[in-house]
């Protein structure tokens, strides 16, 4: 069984800033991309930011400069670090993961974390 857990978010002033992480754990044999996703309140989930398995990134429009993303390779974990955070990037985080099993290669999804910003 694979599982996707998200850590790091909370309540933060307008141009603060926070960092998620994400760590994989379970039965897998190798992570391929991963990324982050959010959704807020009306809205369908987005891409926020993705990075390959050899660590090239992309972002969405409304981050760039802003969020990097990075991974950890050796612990398994993806990285979102968000500065200048802005009321309008309140929304429930996801990260994804194309990760391999014995069943194969397939997406996974972690549970959410919260991230809000107040003005």
């Known amino acids: 069984q694979v599982q996707l857990v998200e850590s790091g978010g909370g309540l933060v002033q307008a141009g603060g800033s926070l960092r998620l992480s994400c760590a994989a754990s379970?039965?897998?044999?190798?992570?391929?991309?991963m990324g982050w996703y959010r959704q807020g309140s009306g809205n369908g989930r987005e891409l926020v930011a993705h990075?390959?398995?050899?660590?090239?990134?992309n972002y969405a429009d409304s981050v760039k400069g802003r969020f990097t993303i990075s991974r950890d390779v050796a612990k398994n974990t993806v990285y979102l670090q968000m500065n200048s955070l802005k009321p309008e990037d309140t929304a429930v985080y996801y990260c994804k993961a194309r990760m391999g099993t014995v069943s194969g290669w397939q997406d996974y999804w972690g549970q959410g974390t919260q991230v809000t910003v107040s003005s």
């Open positions: 379970g039965s897998f044999f190798g992570i391929d991309n």
């Open positions: 990075i390959t398995g050899r660590s090239r990134t």
